[in-house]
């Protein structure tokens, strides 16, 4: 069998055109992923004298595996590891890397729940969040993002790329659309776009803030963003921002469940630090949380699927939090009805 032709590249050279290429084809977010899982194997690459990729082995993809394996979860592993070889995958098609490298490159397996994540908050507790919203802070920014994500159950992405004109009033409910053109994409393109419905409460809050709090401010290609701050659009960081905030039992008035002085705590230090509070949660974990809520509620799958964008399966693995016994006790009420 005649052996491929390769050219010399060096590793950092190869990643900067594999970033480049997919950048049109990959979320921003994913491909900031990639840089950074990425950057870690050039470093590696750089300390072990590999500086033509040509030359990378199979033995060497193993023996990066297990130096990159120090110290790290076996789920993050998984994500370093698959990710190198969808990139060396990519470089078979450059004459960059040996046909027979990427499949030599094993990804650990992972046992079932491992990959799993279980950091919710419970309705109780949102609605907690959100009558202290109401009440102090209302019609604010903070709130209206808090409203939007959990009554929504949306990605934060999805929520950022809103503009005023995606809420229609009279028919009660948010237009999501696609449109990386102008710096808002959503996760799953043209196939998330939708129409989200919302409750009266939910359309009076958007209303007013609207109406009396959002500042007459337009992004950086003219459109006007509904979640915006006298800048512009929000960023993605800022409204993760009043999420870690305001799911601090502390900022909503409650005694800190693990006995900490909240004059002391360094979640209370500066805004940027209320990730840091053990009971704060990111904006993924209101997702997570709002579908199981509507699951709880006896909403079908089907239904939850199509309004948060997100396959049955995915659902059913990542983002359904009930128990065992609560899902059989659905089964049961539905049965009972046969």
Partial sequence: MTEPQLEPIEPDT?????????????SKQTLRSHRGRL????????????????????????????????????????TQIDTLRVFLRWGTTIDAVHPDVPDKVQS???????????T???SDAAEKILAHLRKYEYASLPHVTWEIMWHTGMRRGAAHALDVGDYLPDERYLDLKHRPETETPLKNKYEGERPVAISDAVATVVGDWIESQRPDVTDDHGRAPLLASK?????????????????????????CPHGRDPENCEATERRDTAFLCPDSIA???VRRSSITHA???????SEVSDRADVSPDVLDKHYDQMTKK????QRRDFFDNL
């Fill in 14 to 26: 190869a990643v900067d055109l594999y970033l480049t290429e997919r950048k049109s084809e990959l």
């Fill in 39 to 78: 950057s870690t194997f050039v470093s590696w690459c750089e300390e072990d004298g590999i500086e033509n990729l040509n030359n990378l082995s199979g033995r060497d993809a193993r023996r990066y595996k297990i130096w990159r394996s120090d110290g790290i979860k076996t789920v993050t592993l998984k």
């Fill in 108 to 118: 650990p397996t992972l046992q079932a729940g491992q990959n799993e994540k279980t």
């Fill in 120 to 122: 919710h908050i419970d």
């Fill in 231 to 255: 800048y512009g659009r929000a960023h993605g960081q800022t409204l993760q921002k009043y999420v870690y905030l305001w799911s601090r039992p502390c900022a909503i008035g409650l005694e």
């Fill in 283 to 285: 904006p993924h974990d």
């Fill in 295 to 301: 699951l709880r509620q006896d909403a079908t799958v």
């Fill in 326 to 329: 609560e899902k059989m006790e």
